[in-house]
């Protein structure tokens, strides 16, 4: 086995996490338009880029 497996593990863990945060701000649901929320974990994005947003959105998007 390789020690990278769990590290690994723990990237693809906290990229569908973030992922799912911005996917909420930004297509949520019950949005009802874009606004900011600090009460919902998404204060780490606030100066923060996200660049493969588009590439996990075509992996992880919600049916």
Same mark, same amino acid.
């Given at each position: @086995? =390789?020690?990278? &497996?769990? %590290?690994?593990?723990?990237?693809?863990?906290?990229? *569908?996490?973030?992922?799912?945060?911005? !996917?909420? @701000? =930004?297509?949520? &649901?019950? %949005?009802?338009?874009?606004?900011?929320?600090?009460? *919902?974990?998404?204060?780490?994005?606030? !100066?923060?880029?996200?660049?493969?947003?588009?590439?996990?959105?075509?992996?992880?998007?919600?049916?």
């Amino acid at each position: @086995m =390789l020690k990278a &497996k769990p %590290n690994l593990e723990s990237r693809i863990r906290t990229l *569908k996490r973030d992922w799912a945060i911005v !996917y909420d @701000m =930004l297509s949520g &649901k019950d %949005n009802g338009g874009f606004g900011w929320d600090d009460h *919902k974990e998404a204060d780490q994005f606030r !100066y923060r880029i996200f660049p493969y947003y588009d590439q996990l959105t075509a992996i992880y998007v919600k049916d």
